[in-house]
């Protein structure tokens, strides 16, 4: 029988066990105590001396879970550092000599590239990935493909794709150009085939640019003390881009004015506050919160989630689709312009690199306010009241 030998019982906790080739062996086995395999045949001196070393253990006490014993051990555990984790390293991709995947490594490790804002880089980067694996009729990546042979004819049938979409399209040639221009300084062409590509024609201004009537209809939907009014005023008023309307924080204020540091430039402006900016900020309640702006758990939101905010509260405010706060920030250059701001101090609150941006609303303020004067000169004349 398993459980006895020479008519004789088994001794407790001892068990017999077949092993791999049929023959039986004899294990000991308790709880909180080492066990294992008893030597030599049963009730042998040898067997008899392991099994009462086996016997002479003391079990280890039981702790039940959340008892002082089980907790010591969890703190024991987690106060343990944990050994930093190790990724193992992919050799690096070895790149075709000459291909556009080599010639875009290039390009990031220039050091226009590596100077350029992390945010600047991220959103090109993805745009250079997304062109890499653009594939042709034949299944080729465009990645692939020799820099050296690209035509502008090549480039040109890619750009076609953008057809419906002329911002991204012209993004893309911009990129194109770059890379390119990147093929010219290492010498693998003298020409530029992505500055041959026809200009990509734009369909209208892009974002719609806020107008005072959509302001107010959208101030008289959110009071003072909340963060949709909160936000908009600090749009207006800073006409800073999205990330750094994200990441405003209370210590940006310093007396009266408000200190944006514009992400494309870097460099810092403190900007004197509007009298709506500093009501909307009177209204929120005074925390310890680090950041401006806030969703309702005290955390600032991500950009893309403060542009959909945004979008949310113009919608309840009943305006119409694509008012945006990039448009916000349209708006207060146009205001700017119409105030007669020039272009240099345009520039100093909106944070653009050019004057060409600034120019574009100024040139539209100055032809509404010429529209005004001529209508005004046209009055005085006898032409707009003919005698009868």
């Known amino acids: 029988m398993a459980g006895t030998t020479m008519n004789r019982p088994l ?15 004899y294990r000991y086995r308790r709880s909180g105590v080492t066990g294992g395999y008893l030597p030599g045949e049963p009730w042998s001196v040898a067997w008899l001396e392991k099994l009462a ?135 693998w062409r003298r020409d530029n ?17 806020w107008t005072d009537a959509e302001i107010e209809q959208y101030r008289a939907k959110h009071a003072y003390g909340t963060t949709a009014r909160l936000l908009l005023e600090l749009a207006l008023n800073t006409a800073a881009r999205r990330c750094n309307l994200a990441t405003l924080e209370r210590a940006s204020i310093q007396g009266n004015s408000i200190a944006v540091e514009h992400v494309k430039d870097g460099d810092p402006t403190l900007v004197e506050l509007t009298v709506e900016a500093r009501k909307a900020l009177k209204g929120q309640a005074s925390t310890h919160i680090k950041y401006l702006i ?12 403060l542009g959909n905010k945004m979008k949310q509260w113009a919608d309840e405010a009943g305006l119409p689709k694509g008012r945006t706060l990039h448009g916000l920030r349209k708006a207060q250059s146009r205001r700017l312009a119409e105030a007669g701001a020039t272009n240099q101090e345009g520039r100093s609150i909106t944070g653009h690199k050019t004057d060409a941006m600034f120019n574009h609303y100024a040139a539209k303020a100055n032809r509404t306010r010429l529209a005004s004067q001529a209508m005004a000169k046209l009055r005085d004349s006898n032409l707009s009241n003919p005698k009868s």
């Open 11 to 25: 001794p407790p906790n001892v068990n017999a066990v077949p092993d791999r080739h049929g023959k039986i062996r």
């Open 53 to 187: 070393e086996f016997q002479g253990q003391e079990a280890a006490p039981k702790t039940r879970a959340w008892s002082v014993a089980w907790l010591e051990k969890l703190a024991e555990f987690q106060g343990q550092e944990a050994a930093p984790k190790t990724r193992a390293v992919s050799p690096a991709k070895k790149l075709v000599p000459y291909s556009m995947d080599q010639l875009a490594s290039l390009l990031r490790g220039t050091l226009r590239w590596k100077s350029q804002a992390a945010d600047t880089q991220r959103v090109y980067g993805r745009m250079i990935d997304r062109l890499l694996d653009e594939t042709n009729h034949k299944g080729i990546r465009f990645g692939a493909r020799d820099a050296r042979q690209i035509t502008v004819a090549s480039l040109e049938k890619l750009l076609a794709r953008y057809a419906d979409r002329p911002g991204a399209a012209k993004k893309m040639r911009d990129v194109l150009k770059r890379l390119f221009k990147t093929a010219v300084k290492h010498s």
């Open 193 to 209: 085939p992505a500055a041959e590509t026809d200009a990509i024609p734009q369909r209208g201004d892009g974002h719609h640019t």
């Open 294 to 305: 806030v969703n309702g758990y005290g955390r600032p939101f991500t950009i893309g989630g």
